[in-house]
Structures are given as C-alpha cells and as structure tokens.
C-alpha cells in the first residue's frame, strides 16, 4: 500500500500508474525515490501547494453553492409571501371599499337625522312661542274679564241703588 505524495490518496502497489485523484504520476515513487533531484522535491513541493489550493477553491465553490441555493430558497419564500401579501392586500382594498360604501352611507343616514332634529328643534321652539303667546293672552282674557266683572259689579250696585230709590218714592206717593 502506497499513498500519492501530493493528494495522499491510498494505492495498491505497482497497480495504477498516475494517481486518479490528482494525476501524479506514481511509477517514480518507489523505484526512484533515491535518484530523487532537489528539482523533482520542489516539483513535488508546488503540486502539493497547487493541490491544497486546488481543494480550497473547491470547498469555497461548493459552499457558495450552498449559499447560493440558499438565498434562492429565501428568494422563492419572499417572493411566495409577496404574493401573499399582494392577495390579502387586495383583500383589504375590497374591504375597505365595501366599509367605505357602508360609512358614506352611514353619513347620509346621520345628516338625514340631522336635518330631521333640527326641524324638530325649530318646530318646538315655535311651538313653544306659541304657548308663551296662548298664555299671555289667556292673562289679557282673565283681566278683561276681571274688568268686565267689576263693571258688571258697579251696574248691578247702580240697578241696586236705583231700586231702593223707586221703592222709596212709591212709598211717598203712596203716603201722599
Ligand atoms: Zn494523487
């Protein structure tokens, strides 16, 4: 068993040639490792490097994947509560047309009432002024009539008088 000296992948030895994961090539690695030159370690130096790199990027993808896929899950939400929203908003609209309707009139009924009161208002008040003038000439009556009274009281005294008068004199005739 042998591992890829840039990616670390396991091998069976001598089975494959170039390593599957990254394509190092693997026939060097055991044969030659003593004729190894210091370029061939800096060779394997900046695959390793390359590779790590490599790996970094692909893991930065595949999360701005997820965070991609992510925000166009969040995006089809909103936009799914958008039209919610659009639905119930028309929904208000037509209530708070229909409660329009029923407050306009509403305010009709209220100025019908209005006007009715207010005629009510003005219809008693001149009632009323009414009554004030019926009783003061119910008072005027009552004194003409107290007056008449007295009138009839001082005639009634004078037909007295006048009586008692003629009754006297009758009897002086008489007497003569
Ligand atoms: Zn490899």
New binding site residues.
Partial sequence: MIH??????EYIKNKVNF??????D?TTLEEFSEFYTQKETQKLTWAKGM?QKWQFQQEKYHQLQSQLSQCQESLKQSEEKNAQCKLELQQLNKDKNINNASLNQLQLQIDQMQLELELYFSNNSQLQSEIEQNKSRQLQLENDLSQAQNKINEYQSEIDQYNQRKKKKSCWDWDE
Wanted: net charge positive.
């Fill in positions: 890829c000296p840039v990616c670390s992948k390593c599957t994961n990254c394509g190092w693997l590779w």
